[in-house]
C-alpha cells in the first residue's frame, strides 16, 4: 500500500524526472540528506535500477576523524491527495483426472493516499563541494570493497520529500468468487479477507485496512552518484545522465536497444533472451500461470513485487516463498511449482548465468510485462489465448520479413475486425502503428518508441507460450 501509493505521487508529481518513490516505510530514516544509497543495475537492460537505503552518510566513508555536515534548505512543496481505482476480473478452467473446476472472479480496488502538506529538504551541493574538496574515500570500508565485487554504484542523497503532518492510506477492496469443483482452492483470493456470505459456490469478500503514517515520513527523494577512483579520490556527478561508479570495477555495459529491429533474436528464440523454456512447463502449471499473470496486470504493485523475488532467485539469492507474506497463497504454489520444476534442470546445460533456464525465462517474462504501459497491460489482461498466439505469430512474421505481408498470411484469429482492432491498440500503445491496405500490411513506429515494441513482443510471446493448448 504506502509503496503504491507514493510510486502514484512521484508518478504525477514529477514523470520522466529525477524523483525516486520510497517504496518502504522502513527506509524513511535512513534517508537523510547527505545519506548513502546503493543503486543497483537490473538484469535486463530496459529495467530501471534499483535503489537501496544504507545506513552511512558520506562522512562516514571519509578518510580522517573531521566530521562533514550537510547544509539544508526546507521549502514548502505541494499539498497532495489521491484516489486510484481498478477493477479485476478474471476466469480460470483446470481440469486434473477426473476433477474438473471452474473458477471466476471480479474485483473492485481502491486506493486513498492524504498526504497532505508536504515539505522539501535540498542538500547545499556547493558547499558539500567545498567542504569535500581534497578528502579521500577510505577503500577499506566495508560498505566499499562489498561494492566493489558487485559493480553497484553509490550515490548520496540531494534532496527529499517528506509529509509535515501525519496522513494515512486507505485501500478497500471487493471481491466475489463462484467456483465448482473439488479442487482446493482455498486461498486463491489471498489470506486476509472476511468472509461475508457463503454457500456451496459463491464467496463474497470484503477487505478495508487502513495505515497511519507518521509526520516527518520521506516519501520520494533524489541522489548524485559518486565516481569513486581506485586511489579514493571521488566526483560528484552534478550534470544529468552521468554515472558513477567505482573504479575497481568493471562495469556492466548493456547495449541499445532503441530499435525494432531487437527484437528478431526475440522472435527466433535467441540464447539471451530465450522464453521456449515455459513451453515445457507442465500444462496445469502453464494455464495457472497465464491466468494468475493476467489477473496481475491490474496490479502494479503485486506485478513488481513477483518481479523483484523472481530477481533475487535469478541471482541466487535463497528465498523462501512459503515466508512472504506480501504473495497469495496461490502465488507462492505458483512460485514453488516453477522452483521444483526448474530445478529438475542442469544449470551447466539449460541456463544463462547459472540460472535455471525454467526461471529465467519467467523472470524474463515478468520483467517485460513490468515494463509496459497501464494500457497495453489492460488490453493483456483482456485478450484470449487465440488472440494472444495469433499476435505472436504476427509480430515475428512482420519482423522476419522486410517486405509488407499480404493480408492472405493475417492468422485466421486476426481476420475478425474487433481481434485486428484490439492488435491495433495493442501496438498503438506502445508508439507503432499497424497499417493495411487493400493486401498489404506492415508496421510504422511514431518518434522513438524506444524498448516499449521489444517489451510487448516478449510480453506477448511469453503468454502465448503459457497459453498453447489451454482450451
Not at 7 to 22: C, M, Q, T, W, Y
Not at 188 to 203: I, Q, R
Amino acid at each position: 500500500m504506502f509503496s503504491k501509493a507514493t510510486a502514484n505521487f512521484v508518478r504525477h508529481i514529477d514523470p520522466e524526472g529525477s524523483l525516486i518513490h520510497v517504496s518502504r516505510l522502513n527506509d524513511s530514516d535512513k534517508l537523510v540528506p547527505m545519506a548513502l544509497v546503493v543503486k543497483r543495475n537490473r538484469m535486463w537492460f530496459w529495467q530501471s535500477p534499483k535503489y537501496q537505503p544504507t545506513d552511512f552518510t558520506l562522512s562516514n566513508l571519509l578518510q580522517g576523524d573531521k566530521v562533514l555536515r550537510p547544509d539544508v534548505s526546507k521549502t514548502e512543496f505541494v499539498t497532495y491527495e489521491g484516489t486510484y481505482r481498478d477493477k479485476l476480473s478474471g476466469k480460470l478452467d483446470t481440469e486434473a483426472g477426473a476433477v474438473r473446476a471452474t473458477l471466476e472472479g471480479h474485483g473492485t480496488s481502491k486506493l486513498q493516499s492524504s498526504f497532505g502538506k508536504l515539505k522539501k529538504e535540498e542538500l547545499d551541493v556547493q558547499k558539500l563541494l567545498q567542504d569535500s574538496s581534497g578528502r579521500l574515500i577510505d577503500m577499506q570500508q566495508p560498505l566499499v570493497q562489498q561494492l566493489e565485487k558487485r559493480a553497484d554504484v553509490l550515490a548520496v542523497v540531494k534532496e527529499r520529500i517528506l509529509t509535515a503532518n501525519s496522513f494515512t492510506v486507505t485501500q478497500t477492496k471487493k471481491e466475489q468468487c463462484v467456483f465448482q469443483g473439488m479442487l482446493g482452492l482455498v486461498g486463491m483470493m489471498g489470506s486476509s479477507f472476511k468472509v461475508c456470505v457463503k454457500d456451496s459456490n459463491n464467496v463474497e469478500a470484503d477487505s478495508d485496512v487502513s495505515l497511519e503514517i507518521p509526520s516527518g515520513t520521506v516519501i520520494a527523494y533524489s541522489i548524485l552518484e559518486l565516481e569513486i577512483k581506485k586511489s579514493g579520490h571521488f566526483n560528484i556527478c552534478l550534470q544529468p545522465g552521468l554515472m558513477g561508479g567505482i573504479e575497481a570495477d568493471s562495469p556492466e555495459s548493456w547495449p541499445s536497444h532503441d530499435s525494432l529491429d531487437e527484437m528478431d533474436g526475440m522472435c527466433n528464440g535467441s540464447q539471451e533472451m530465450d522464453l521456449s523454456p515455459l513451453a515445457e512447463l507442465p500444462q496445469l502449471t502453464r494455464g495457472v500461470l497465464f491466468k494468475r499473470l493476467q489477473e496481475t496486470l491490474g496490479d502494479r504493485t503485486a506485478l513488481s513485487y513477483m518481479e523483484c523475488l523472481l530477481e533475487e532467485l535469478c541471482r541466487g539469492e535463497t528465498v523462501n516463498v512459503a515466508t512472504h507474506k506480501e504473495l497469495s497463497e496461490s502465488q507462492r504454489k505458483l512460485l514453488s511449482a516453477i522452483l521444483d520444476r526448474a530445478g529438475t534442470d542442469s544449470p551447466a546445460e539449460n541456463s544463462q548465468w547459472g540460472i535455471p533456464s525454467h526461471l529465467n525465462a519467467a523472470h524474463l517474462l515478468v520483467s517485460a510485462l513490468e515494463e509496459l504501459p497501464d494500457p497495453t497491460l489492460s488490453l493483456l489482461s483482456k485478450s484470449s489465448a487465440d488472440f494472444l498466439e495469433a499476435f505472436d505469430t504476427l509480430m515475428c512474421m512482420l519482423k522476419k520479413s522486410r517486405e509488407p505481408l499480404s493480408l492472405q498470411c493475417l492468422p485466421v484469429p486476426l481476420q475478425d475486425n474487433q481481434a485486428f482492432q484490439r492488435a491495433e491498440q495493442l501496438l498503438s500503445s506502445t508508439n507503432v502503428t499497424l497499417k493495411r491496405d487493400s493486401d498489404r500490411l506492415w508496421m510504422e513506429t511514431r518518434g522513438e518508441p524506444g524498448v516499449l515494441p521489444l517489451v510487448l513482443c516478449l510480453s506477448t510471446q511469453g503468454l502465448s507460450l503459457l497459453c498453447k493448448g489451454q482450451k
